[in-house]
């Protein structure tokens, strides 16, 4: 089957877009069959896993990539703290959007609202604060790169 991906080049997954007016990341989530329980409900640690997937495509789209920090500067993120409101389910077969803002960012740390929408319908909203370092497992300081795509984007965390 022809996929209109030009030969030599891998069809790349989406790594989300940003939304200007109001600084958010948004990723698409398909919910799929692993992602729920018995009943066809998502279950609650996968909401994590799908806002950890749109923080990764969020540092994408400033031209960095996770692991090649750790290859190359021995620095990476980790969540610190994290509070979670599961206020509606999410089901097989739904199309989901994260939506990541960054609300503070900090010599070594950040922190992220995350929301996980059906159409127009909050499901989850998860509140992060993510730390930067170093192969020993102590802070480091934020790459400089990354601090100034960010902080022209910060913006209060939604109430």
Same mark, same amino acid.
Request: aromatic share 8%; hydrophobic share 35%; charged share 25%.
């Given at each position: 089957? =022809?996929?209109?991906?030009?030969?030599?080049?891998?069809?790349?997954?989406?790594?989300?877009?940003?939304?200007?007016?109001?600084?958010?990341?948004?990723?698409?989530?398909?919910?799929?069959? %692993? =992602?729920?329980?018995?009943?066809? +409900?998502?279950?609650?640690?996968?909401?994590?896993?799908?806002?950890?997937?749109?923080?990764?495509?969020?540092?994408?789209?400033?031209?960095? %990539?996770?692991?090649?920090?750790?290859?190359?500067?021995?620095?990476?993120?980790?969540?610190?703290? $994290?509070?979670? =409101?599961? &206020?509606?389910?999410?089901?097989?077969? =739904?199309? &989901?959007?994260?939506?990541?803002?960054?609300?503070?960012?900090?010599?070594?740390?950040?922190?992220?609202?995350?929301? +996980?929408?059906?159409?127009?319908?909050?499901? $989850?909203?998860?509140?992060?604060? +993510?730390?930067?370092?170093?192969?020993?497992?102590? !802070?480091?300081?934020? !790459? +400089?790169?990354?601090?100034?795509?960010?902080? !022209?984007?910060?913006?209060?965390?939604?109430?």
């Amino acid at each position: 089957m =022809d996929s209109g991906t030009p030969p030599g080049q891998a069809r790349a997954p989406t790594s989300g877009w940003a939304v200007e007016a109001d600084h958010r990341h948004v990723f698409p989530v398909r919910v799929y069959y %692993e =992602d729920t329980d018995a009943e066809g +409900i998502v279950y609650y640690v996968n909401y994590l896993k799908f806002a950890e997937r749109a923080r990764t495509e969020m540092l994408r789209l400033t031209g960095r %990539e996770q692991f090649a920090m750790l290859q190359e500067e021995g620095i990476g993120f980790t969540v610190r703290s $994290c509070t979670a =409101d599961y &206020l509606s389910p999410a089901r097989l077969d =739904d199309t &989901l959007e994260v939506h990541s803002t960054v609300n503070e960012v900090q010599g070594a740390s950040m922190r992220m609202s995350q929301r +996980i929408w059906r159409d127009d319908r909050l499901l $989850c909203d998860l509140r992060f604060r +993510i730390a930067v370092m170093n192969r020993e497992g102590r !802070p480091a300081r934020m !790459p +400089i790169d990354i601090r100034s795509a960010l902080e !022209p984007h910060v913006v209060p965390p939604p109430s």
